[in-house]
C-alpha cells in the first residue's frame, strides 16, 4: 500500500474524502472497496456496540428494513460499492468468522458516533484507530485465507479502493442549518453557490438534482417527535442529527462518480487509473 496515491476528493458540497488509491478491475472496475469513517459511512457496525448511537428503524426503510444506516436507504459508500461494480461492502462487525475468510470485495470498518455523533452520542465507537487496526486483521489473517497467492493478493489491496469520510462538514452541523432557517432555503443555496462556485465549477448541475428536493429545513424523522415522512425523495436532512436521505446520497455519490465534484479525478477516472 506505501506506493497508493493519495487523492484529495471534494465529495460534492457535502463532505470531504480522502481517497488512497490506485485501480482496475475485471468484471468490477476495483476488486475491493473498503470503507472507513463515520456515520456518513456506516453500515451497520454500531448495532453491535454499546451506544445510543444505533440507526435502529425508521433507518433503513427504503433498503428493506435492514437497519445501521444512519439514513433511510443506501448510504454514500453504498452508492459507489454499487457504481464500482461491486457488492455493498458489508459491516466488519456483522461478519462471522467464515464470511470474513470468504470476503474479498472490501469491508465497511465506518462507526457512528464520531464526528457529527459525538455531539450528541455517548458509548462505544470504532475510533479511527480501531477502525485501521480490523483491517490490518483482514490484511494480515483474513484476506490470506480467500486468496492463495501472495502476489495476487498484494495485487488486490493495490488496485482496491479506499474510502475515508472524515465526516464533519460544515453543511450539517447545528450553526449551519440555524443559517438555512434564518435565510431560507433559495437564499442559503444562493449563498454556498456563492460560496462553492469559487472552488467548485460542478456545482450549478447538482443544486439542479437538489432542486427536486423540496423541504431543506425539515427533517424527515425524529424519534418521538416528528413521525417518519411519507416522501423521502423531497427530503435533504433523514434526522435531526444532520444525517441526509438516500437520494442526497445517490445525487452526491453520482456526481462524486461521473460528474465534476470530486476533483482532481472523478471516481470512474480513479478507478481505470
Ligand atoms: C447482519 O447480518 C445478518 C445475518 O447475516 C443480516 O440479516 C443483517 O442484514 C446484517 N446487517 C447488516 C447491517 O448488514
Ligand atoms: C418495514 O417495517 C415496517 C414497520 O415495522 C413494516 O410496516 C414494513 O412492512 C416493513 N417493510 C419491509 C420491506 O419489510
Ligand atoms: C460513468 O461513466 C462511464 C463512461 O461514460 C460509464 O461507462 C459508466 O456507466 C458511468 N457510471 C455510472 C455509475 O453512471
Ligand atoms: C468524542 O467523544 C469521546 C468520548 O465521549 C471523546 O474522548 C472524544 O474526544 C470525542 N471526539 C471528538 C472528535 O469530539
Known sequence: ??????ILLVFSLIVHQVLIANANGEHALVPALYVF???GVDAGNNNHLN???????????DLNNITGRFTNGK???????IYLGLPMAPPYLNLSDHEKSQITTGINYASGSSGILNITGDGERLPLKEQVRYFSLTVERDLPRAIKNKKELEDNLAKSIFLLLTGANDYFLPPNRELIEKLGPQQYANLL???????IQIFLEIMKNMVRITHLKEHCYEKDKVPLCED???????????????????????D???GTSCVPLSLFQLANK
Open 75 to 81: 448510504n454514500g459508500a453504498d452508492f459507489i460499492a
Open 232 to 254: 423521502r425523495s423531497k427530503y435533504f436532512l433523514f434526522d435531526n442529527w444532520g444525517h441526509p436521505t438516500e437520494i442526497v446520497y445517490k445525487i452526491t455519490s453520482m
Open 193 to 199: 453557490l456563492e460560496e462553492m462556485a469559487v472552488n
Open 256 to 258: 462524486c462518480f461521473n
Open 51 to 61: 451506544t445510543r448511537a444505533k440507526a435502529v428503524w425508521p433507518y433503513g426503510v
Open 37 to 39: 469513517g463515520d456515520s
Open 1 to 6: 500500500m506505501t506506493n497508493s496515491k493519495v
